[in-house]
């Protein structure tokens, strides 16, 4: 058998990493909890759950059918069992936002990707641990991919991006310890519940973007 390059051993080190750390920060979803403003049948549709590993409350987003577009929905189950009105990313800009998926990590901050339909760009959010409103988005699928089905994969270390160009799979990384941060100015939609009762503790984390 011939042996793998040092780019595949690199690439099974981090689907690894990414897997054994969205196990140990997963927790049991009920997905027969579905948010009051979800439809589907046929209406909205991409529904992706998952829940905080600071406080068990669960995160819920789909693509939001919004006249002509879609935009994507994000909600919260609130302690009272009741979920939240969805906060919109992208209303009326005009794109058919689709295929969101969600991951926090460890320290509980949430990250939210999704493709752009008509552009076939793919980018990602994070909603920093106490903080109410988005940073602004960073673009991780290079010029000219139409990229679908995202998945994030938290590490310690690293945000890892997974998504489909055609029938190929692509994978990113986004440093969650270096010195520049992507995801540090936040202009984007507010009006999130906090995700934890201390005030934006790790706002400030560093963050830097690279390509695998």
């Known amino acids: ?16 990493l990414a897997a054994a750390a969205t196990a140990a920060h997963a927790r049991p979803v009920d997905h027969a909890s579905t948010p009051t403003r979800y439809l589907g049948r046929g209406v909205d549709s991409g529904l992706v759950t998952v829940a905080n590993p600071l406080d068990g409350r669960l995160y819920s987003a789909w693509a939001y ?19 939240s009105e969805p906060v919109f990313l992208g209303y009326s800009d005009g794109l058919s936002q689709i295929e969101p998926a969600l991951a926090f990590d460890a320290a509980g901050n949430l990250y939210i990707a999704h493709a ?25 699928s290079a010029p000219g991919e139409r990229a679908s089905s995202p ?8 945000l890892v991006i997974g998504y489909r ?15 520049s941060h992507p995801f540090g100015i936040q202009d984007g939609p507010d009006g999130f519940p906090p995700t934890r009762s201390e005030t934006e503790g790790d706002e400030t984390e560093p963050v830097t973007g690279i390509g695998l």
């Open 1 to 16: 058998m011939r042996e793998r390059s040092p780019y595949c051993r690199r690439l099974a080190l981090v689907l690894t």
């Open 65 to 83: 059918r919004a006249g002509s577009e879609t935009d994507i929905a994000v909600s919260v189950l609130g302690a009272n069992g009741m979920w």
């Open 116 to 140: 752009i339909q008509e552009t076939g760009a793919l980018v990602v959010s994070r909603l920093a641990a106490g903080a109410t409103r988005l940073s602004s988005q960073v673009q991780v």
């Open 151 to 158: 998945t994030l994969m938290p590490t310690e270390s690293a």
């Open 165 to 179: 160009v055609g029938g190929r799979v692509v994978l990113r990384m986004i440093s969650l310890t270096a010195t």
